[in-house]
């Protein structure tokens, strides 16, 4: 069965400075993992996904993950903060196919950015 | 291009009644999934529908239930309302199923507070 970790459930940091949000993940097949970000009062907005072409995923906002399977991680970075960034943030992975219709979440990473 | 809907936004209702939400998807997006958010649980999947047949069913109750009609929008319903059913519900749209690069765009959610 899979699911996902995500460690810390706030994260605070500067302005400018660098965002990382750690997920690992389980799963007894290859993973399609996915990082969201929800704003307060919204829906869910895909940042990035990886489905086995590249170990490093580039999204958008700037935001990038890497896969590593032998940390069974996803950890997502962005090199520099922006007060805009402030949104709650779940990493995924999908339980069959790759589809992103049927998702199990983690619980959800809060960031925060000082100015 | 209008994106997913979701109504009502907000509501209200007393425990043991029933409620029913609406999703209408992204125009020809043919799949539809609803998850339930709350801050205990997080975010868990309840079903996906696809051409009016649910294809995934989550751990949920049989009070839970779905439909997708022939357009591809779809309703929820909760039957005899607990307090532990409030909850954010968001719907998520998609073009097709089981496709890994075929992404999943959520709506707003319906915000669902049982008293």
């Known amino acids: 069965a899979q699911s996902v970790t995500q460690l810390g459930s706030h994260v605070s940091v500067s302005e400018g400075a660098l965002v990382l949000l750690r997920c690992n993940y389980s799963?007894?097949?290859?993973?399609?993992l996915f990082w969201y970000v929800q704003y307060p009062n919204q829906g869910l907005q895909l940042l990035l996904k990886?489905?086995?072409?590249?170990?490093l995923v580039k999204g958008i906002n700037g935001f990038e993950a890497e896969f590593k399977k032998s940390e069974t991680s996803f950890h997502l970075t962005k090199p520099s903060a922006h007060m805009s960034d402030a949104a709650e943030y779940f990493c995924a992975v999908s339980t069959y196919g790759g589809s992103q219709g049927n998702l199990i979440f983690g619980k959800g990473t809060k960031l925060s950015v000082k100015p | 291009k209008a994106g997913v809907t979701q109504t009502p936004r907000y509501l209200i209702k007393t425990r043991g009644q029933q409620v029913t939400l609406s999703c209408s998807p992204i125009?020809?997006?043919?799949?539809v999934s609803w998850y339930q958010q709350t801050p205990g649980q997080g975010l868990q999947f309840l079903f996906e529908?696809?051409?009016?047949?649910?294809?995934n069913k989550g751990n949920f109750p049989g009070r839970f239930s779905g439909r997708q009609f022939s357009n591809s929008r779809s309703e929820m319903n909760v039957s005899t309302l607990e307090l532990g059913d409030s909850a954010l519900y968001l719907c998520?749209?998609?073009?097709?199923?089981?496709?890994?690069?075929?992404?999943?765009?959520f709506g707003q959610g319906t915000r669902l507070t049982v008293v």
């Open positions: 799963s007894s097949v290859p993973p399609y």
């Open positions: 125009s020809g997006h043919r799949s």
């Open positions: 529908y696809f051409s009016e047949t649910q294809r």
């Open positions: 990886y489905t086995s072409a590249a170990t």
């Open positions: 998520a749209s998609s073009l097709l199923p089981g496709a890994p690069n075929t992404e999943a765009f």
